[in-house]
């Protein structure tokens, strides 16, 4: 049934089996822990490694994948919309922000995921104006390729038919 749907599961180091019952008298091994992958996984991390460690404390074996730390991670462009700029009290925050110190691990710092919190809700407010700006550019794009007898007019009546 997994290949049928292309995933498989992740080639293991160490132990085979991932719990036992810790018994002395008849264990019972069994391999209940498992990670799965698909192609586009495997093909974008070749060189990880799953190691099957021995359980210490509980009765389950603790699985830790491991990846190349010097693979090139593919970072998009940043992209800035001028309209942001224009939005209530953001030369303010981005100040603020670059003059907080930071130690240690930021993200577990429970000031830090309110500010999360509310730059979520800055994400909603920036979806609202970047759907805004696309109605507006294709308002642009109808009225320089408007209703002349051209494949962007038919391609438009024919989605509307759907």
Request: proline share 2%; aromatic share 8%; net charge positive.
């Amino acid at each position: 049934m997994m290949q049928k749907v292309g995933i498989f599961e992740v080639d293991n180091v160490g132990e085979y089996y991932t719990w036992s019952n810790k018994q002395t008298d008849d264990p019972i091994y069994s391999r209940i822990d498992k990670v799965l992958r698909n192609l586009d996984w495997l093909q974008g991390n070749l060189d990880t490694t799953l190691t099957n460690m021995d359980p210490i404390v509980s009765d389950n074996a603790l699985l830790c994948m491991q990846g190349d730390r010097n693979q090139r991670i593919k970072r998009s462009k940043f992209k800035f919309i001028i309209a942001v700029a224009d939005m209530e009290g953001f030369v303010g925050n981005v100040a603020a922000r670059w003059r907080e110190p930071t130690d240690g691990r930021p993200m577990l710092n429970n000031h830090i995921i309110e500010g999360v919190k509310a730059r979520t809700m800055d994400v909603i407010k920036l979806n609202v104006i970047e759907e805004q700006m696309l109605q507006l550019r294709a308002k642009i794009d109808w009225l320089r390729l408007g209703d002349g007898n051209n494949s962007f007019f038919h391609a438009s009546l024919k989605s509307k038919q759907k």
